[in-house]
T-cell receptor, first 113, second 115 residues
Framework: QKEVEQDPGPLSVPEGAIVSLNCTYSNSAFQYFMWYRQYSRKGPELLMYTYSSGNKEDGRFTAQVDKSSKYISLFIRDSQPSDSATYLCAFSNPYNQGGKLIFGQGTELSVKP | DTGVSQDPRHKITKRGQNVTFRCDPISEHNRLYWYRQTLGQGPEFLTYFQNEAQLEKSRLLSDRFSAERPKGSFSTLEIQRTEQGDSAMYLC?????????????FGEGSRLTVL
């Protein structure tokens, strides 16, 4: 079983749609749950992070973590063409393993005007 | 620009040649990471340093790969006797050990093409 599973897409939606991105994980030691955004030919950049179960909102973005089900989600409301990118879920246990991140495969999102 | 910088951005080489990539992390960051990313995949961990000490190496890092961070500042990743399977984006990231967000700051990557 892979440590992290993420649907690779690609996902194509019209502008203004609600987007749902998901990852499952198997390692109970993960304590930080992150979403990175990666534009084409660029390095990943942190979009959101959380360390507890529940929801966290930041503008049009909501991160959701369910530790009991080992499942995390990212919701994008009122999606914009500028949201077109690859979204990577990432996990870490900063108190062991040197804070390295374990990434999902990435979901490629295209938002059409 | 005070972000993570990587050089070169793109390297094309012939199979069997050696290549070296350089990473300059954010100046106050004491942790430095190397990742490899192939098309359609997420970044895969290769190795990390805390200051000048290399503390972990992935099984992905074969004997042909070596990384150094001699003075705890910049780092180099060398690949000897390159193979076509080494073609990938090599990403460097840095972080502060004492930060509590788990965030890594990535550079824009060095793309390797092995012919």
């Amino acid at each position: 079983q892979k440590e992290v599973e993420q649907d690779p897409g690609p996902l194509s939606v019209p502008e203004g749609a609600i987007v749902s991105l998901n990852c499952t994980y198997s390692n109970s030691a993960f304590q930080y749950f992150m979403w990175y955004r990666q534009y084409s030919r660029k390095g990943p950049e942190l979009l959101m992070y959380t360390y507890s179960s529940g929801n966290k909102e930041d503008g049009r973005f909501t991160a959701q973590v369910d530790k009991s089900s080992k499942y995390i989600s990212l919701f994008i409301r009122d999606s914009q063409p500028s949201d077109s990118a690859t979204y990577l879920c990432a996990f870490s246990n900063p108190y062991n393993q040197g804070g390295k991140l374990i990434f999902g495969q990435g979901t490629e999102l295209s938002v059409k005007p | 620009d005070t972000g993570v910088s990587q050089d070169p951005r793109h390297k094309i080489t012939k199979r069997g040649q050696n290549v070296t990539f350089r990473c300059d992390p954010i100046s106050e960051h004491n942790r430095l990471y190397w990742y490899r990313q192939t098309l359609g995949q997420g970044p895969e961990f290769l190795t990390y340093f805390q200051n000048e000490a290399q503390l972990e190496k992935s099984r992905l890092l074969s004997d042909r790969f070596s990384a150094e961070r001699p003075k705890g500042s910049f780092s180099t990743l060398e690949i000897q006797r390159t193979e076509q399977g080494d073609s990938a984006m090599y990403l460097c990231a840095s972080s502060l050990r004492r930060q509590n967000t788990g965030e890594l700051f990535f550079g824009e990557g060095s793309r390797l093409t092995v012919l």
